[in-house]
């Protein structure tokens, strides 16, 4: 991090040759707790703690262990003790994440395991990279140097888990899966330790150990046929033994018979070949029996839930259950060892238990009820999402809802703050919610789900995952016959690809439904798709066509469109007055905005306006004015928790301060919106925090660093073909080069002015005059 005073004493950012400053270090602490009644294990144990010292230490290799068993036999138990054991060695924090590779539901894919890991390290949410390259190539600059456990539970797969292995010394890597990732051991070097079940002699006492205190001292041979019908599973042993705790004075003969009688019924129903979960199906039934009818039938409806964790409240509504009366059911559940509760408000459901729960849905409930507890859950995503979007994006975003007829409840919230943490708390659900509506063909509730996830999506969240999302939207509104709907999905999902800067995709999908609302005759979509079309061609500096685009919304909107949209427009058309140096009409737009917006509470549009204001008093001479407008729209960012607007606002900070001589609070600020915008996968950004680091260090006369700087932005600007920085990139590299190279400036010059010729707007025509005296100099001295 740079500091107030250290300019003149050598500051470097080796952009090229390192990664960008790391955030504020966290530890994380993620790993679950440890299970009280942990049997035995020492053998594997042993063997990790021996295959760990050989593997660490190694120059790019940390320690990689896949522990790897049948589905129940306890692979996420050990890997959680041994993590616990090996903790202390490891002061820079634990990793943990479950990848559900073996849920019914939608498994978890290595670009969001890789999004919360770099949260938990410190990286904002809304500054995680959009592709999983990027993301991997962070998250592993972020651990290079580090000493950390990573835990990864419940893996299907190899791609999904390379991806997430560290490439430092330091590192151990703990693996759970069922499948043996041969691939893992031959290309990442890692070990795999193979685990089977209990021997008799451990699963009787880890009953024992469990029912300590319960029950009167059972035969030791009649403890040892329970854990043989239990398949001697840790899983299944743990339900029985709290099976029972929770009887103490049946007999354990009873017991016996009742978990044989399950037993035998399974032999009658299995023909061939069932896979693992045929081992624990008894023990399921036997503990499912047990259950009263209310928890029994709140269980198996948790199989028709599409979410990966639960709330208690959409629970509530799948049920059909008032949520006090849910909550001592859901007790009822976690007691009997059927779900988990992780934190509170929130449960989770075993994969196995969850297939189990769906297979009793299908027996015990008809295909009405299924449906309709579906239904009542999606409804429940739909208004509360549609309640979040009314404090989140009050002013644009709307989705048409259809009413619920009072069967569901939805969750309201009183502020800003508390809709956006509901908001993110269900980021992760939204995908499976989406799918579940598309396989059960409630092809409207797809859309508008998939739409909500846009539209109430938490200001902190990344994009990565919604387009995906917003695809399987546009075929369900399509399906549905609905063009309007499948005309804002294609808007959202061009503001996804501009955030994500794939720019081509984001004016492909603007232009689909700019055409839709046109062949609909929608006056006020269509005002919207073109506002976003423009937006999409202002970030390639399409000035003309930008114009075009908001003049054509501006005059739609003034015809009967709100205040809000009007005000957008006005705004959006002083930033093109602004982009071609047309200050004076840009002012007055920005500051009929900004009186707008303030009068009307829109923080997210009084904090554009500032930086957009900022900008024009910059550009007029009035440097310390600038700053100030600057440092209060960041401020608004913070308070908004939307590090995307803050990592841009940072750039006209970073120039004002720039402009007044502040060297070393501008290096700072760059130094901060760059590696925003390096997490976020905004590389134009980016390189535009970088080529504003070079002009520094030409004012200070560090003219070879300057020169590394502004290479270094020219190069990636020509790669996302972003002509106009580009061209500004070139003509600071020109004067950096001049005094070392001369041949070099003249050829960056002439390129910069190649460049230029794209451009023929007032600010474009003065840089290009500019450029041409560079170029006179250089062949006539005189």
């Known amino acids: 991090m740079v500091?107030?005073?250290?300019?003149?004493?050598?500051?470097?950012?080796?952009?090229?040759?390192?990664?960008?400053?790391?955030?504020?270090?966290?530890?994380?602490?993620?790993?679950?707790?440890?299970?009280?009644?942990?049997?035995?294990?020492?053998?594997?144990?042993?063997?990790?703690?021996?295959?760990?010292?050989?593997?660490?230490?190694?120059?790019?290799?940390?320690a990689v262990h896949v522990i790897t068993g049948m589905a129940g036999v306890g692979?996420?138990?050990?890997?959680?003790?041994?993590?616990?054991?090996?903790?202390?060695?490891?002061?820079?924090?634990?990793?943990?994440?479950?990848?559900?590779?073996?849920?019914?539901?939608?498994?978890?894919?290595?670009?969001?395991?890789?999004?919360?890991?770099?949260?938990?390290?410190?990286?904002?949410?809304?500054?995680?990279?959009?592709?999983?390259?990027?993301?991997?190539?962070?998250?592993?600059?972020?651990?290079?140097?580090?000493?950390?456990?990573?835990?990864?539970?419940?893996?299907?797969?190899?791609?999904?888990v390379r991806p997430l292995i560290p490439g430092g010394a330091n590192c151990v890597t703990l693996?759970?899966?069922?499948?043996?990732?041969?691939?893992?051991?031959?290309?990442?070097?890692?070990?795999?330790?193979?685990?089977?079940?209990?021997?008799?002699?451990?699963?009787?006492?880890?009953?024992?150990?469990?029912?300590?205190?319960?029950?009167?001292?059972?035969?030791?041979?009649?403890v040892a046929e329970l854990a043989r019908l239990c398949a001697r599973l840790p899983l299944a042993l743990r339900i029985?033994?709290?099976?029972?705790?929770?009887?103490?004075?049946?007999?354990?003969?009873?017991?016996?018979?009742?978990?044989?009688?399950?037993?035998?019924?399974?032999?009658?129903?299995?023909?061939?070949?069932?896979?693992?979960?045929?081992?624990?199906?008894?023990?399921?039934?036997?503990?499912?029996?047990?259950?009263?009818?209310?928890?029994?039938?709140?269980?198996?409806?948790?199989?028709?839930?599409?979410?990966?964790?639960?709330?208690?409240?959409?629970?509530?509504?799948?049920?059909?259950?008032?949520?006090?009366?849910?909550?001592?059911?859901?007790?009822?559940?976690v007691a009997a060892h059927m779900i988990e509760q992780i934190v509170p408000g929130r449960y989770e459901v075993h994969d196995l238990l969850r297939a189990y729960a769906l297979d009793k849905a299908n027996v015990d409930e008809t295909p009405g009820s299924r449906e309709k507890a579906l239904v009542r859950?999606?409804?429940?995503?739909?208004?509360?999402?549609?309640?979040?979007?009314?404090?989140?994006?009050?002013?644009?975003?709307?989705?048409?809802?259809?009413?619920?007829?009072?069967e569901i409840t939805p969750q309201l919230f009183a502020d800003y703050d508390s809709a956006a943490d509901w908001a993110e708390a269900e980021d992760a659900n939204l995908p499976a919610l989406v799918a579940a509506a598309v396989k059960a063909g409630l092809d409207g509730h797809a859309w508008r789900l998939a739409l909500l996830a846009a539209n109430a999506r938490a200001p902190s969240a990344p994009a990565t995952t919604w387009p995906a999302v917003g695809l399987a939207g546009v075929a369900a509104a399509r399906r549905t016959g609905d063009r309007m709907g499948e005309a804002d999905l294609y808007r959202a999902l061009g503001y996804a690809h501009v955030e994500l800067n794939q720019l081509d995709e984001s004016l492909v999908n603007h232009g689909k439904s700019v055409e839709l609302y046109r062949t609909l005759n929608d006056p006020e979509g269509l005002a919207e798709s073109l506002n976003a079309l423009g937006v999409a061609n202002m970030r390639w500096r399409k000035l003309a066509v930008a114009a075009r685009c908001f003049q054509e919304a501006k005059e739609i909107v003034d015809r009967g469109g709100s205040l809000d949209w009007q005000n957008l427009l006005v705004v959006n058309i002083a930033s093109v007055h602004l982009e071609a140096g047309r200050l004076?009409?840009?002012?007055?737009?920005?500051?009929?905005?900004?009186?707008?917006?303030?009068?009307?509470?829109?923080?997210?549009?009084?904090?554009?306006?500032?930086?957009?204001?900022?900008?024009?008093h910059l550009d007029q001479g009035a440097a310390a004015t600038a700053l100030r407008l600057a440092k209060e729209a960041v401020d608004l960012a913070l308070d908004l928790r939307n590090h995307m607007v803050e990592g841009y606002w940072l750039l006209a900070v970073a120039d004002a301060h720039t402009a007044l001589g502040?060297?070393?609070?501008?290096?700072?600020?760059?130094?901060?919106?760059?590696?925003?915008?390096?997490?976020?996968?905004?590389?134009?950004?980016?390189?535009?925090?970088?080529?504003?680091?070079?002009v520094i260090y030409q004012l200070l006369g560090r003219t070879e660093e300057a020169a590394d700087f502004h290479r270094t932005a020219a190069k990636t600007q020509h790669e996302l073909g972003h002509a106009w920085y580009e061209a500004i990139a070139r003509d600071s590299l020109a004067t950096a080069l001049a005094d070392r190279n001369p041949a070099q400036s003249l050829d960056q010059l002439r390129s910069a002015h190649e460049l230029l010729r794209a451009f023929d707007d007032p600010r474009a025509r003065a840089l290009r005059d500019t450029v041409e005296a560079k170029l006179r100099e250089i062949h006539d001295p005189r």
């Open 3 to 62: 500091q107030a005073g250290e300019v003149s004493g050598g500051i470097h950012f080796h952009h090229a040759k390192a990664e960008i400053e790391h955030p504020v270090a966290r530890r994380p602490r993620q790993l679950p707790a440890d299970i009280s009644t942990f049997i035995n294990r020492a053998k594997e144990m042993r063997l990790m703690d021996k295959l760990a010292a050989e593997q660490l230490g190694r120059p790019n290799a940390g």
């Open 75 to 160: 692979k996420t138990a050990l890997a959680i003790r041994q993590a616990h054991r090996l903790a202390p060695r490891f002061p820079d924090g634990q990793l943990y994440i479950n990848l559900r590779g073996y849920d019914p539901g939608i498994p978890i894919n290595a670009l969001v395991a890789l999004s919360r890991f770099l949260v938990e390290l410190g990286v904002p949410v809304a500054a995680v990279p959009g592709d999983t390259d990027t993301a991997a190539a962070t998250y592993r600059s972020l651990v290079a140097d580090r000493a950390i456990l990573i835990v990864l539970d419940n893996a299907a797969s190899v791609a999904q």
């Open 175 to 222: 693996i759970t899966s069922r499948n043996q990732l041969s691939s893992l051991t031959i290309h990442e070097g890692a070990r795999r330790i193979t685990i089977g079940t209990l021997t008799e002699r451990d699963s009787v006492t880890l009953l024992r150990k469990t029912t300590a205190g319960y029950r009167t001292e059972d035969p030791p041979h009649k």
């Open 240 to 333: 029985a033994a709290e099976r029972a705790v929770s009887h103490p004075h049946t007999s354990i003969d009873e017991l016996i018979e009742g978990l044989r009688g399950e037993s035998s019924l399974w032999d009658m129903l299995s023909v061939g070949d069932e896979g693992e979960e045929e081992s624990v199906e008894p023990v399921f039934s036997w503990s499912y029996r047990a259950l009263s009818a209310d928890s029994a039938r709140l269980f198996r409806l948790l199989g028709v839930h599409p979410s990966y964790d639960l709330s208690i409240n959409s629970i509530a509504a799948l049920s059909e259950t008032p949520v006090r009366r849910t909550r001592q059911l859901l007790d009822s559940l």
């Open 377 to 406: 859950v999606l409804d429940w995503h739909l208004h509360t999402a549609g309640a979040a979007r009314e404090r989140l994006t009050p002013a644009y975003g709307h989705v048409p809802l259809e009413d619920h007829g009072g």
């Open 584 to 616: 004076d009409e840009a002012r007055r737009g920005m500051e009929q905005s900004l009186r707008f917006n303030r009068a009307v509470g829109n923080t997210r549009d009084i904090g554009h306006a500032l930086r957009q204001l900022s900008a024009i």
């Open 662 to 694: 502040q060297f070393d609070d501008a290096l700072t600020a760059y130094q901060r919106s760059a590696a925003l915008h390096r997490r976020l996968g905004d590389r134009g950004r980016e390189a535009r925090a970088w080529h504003g680091t070079g």
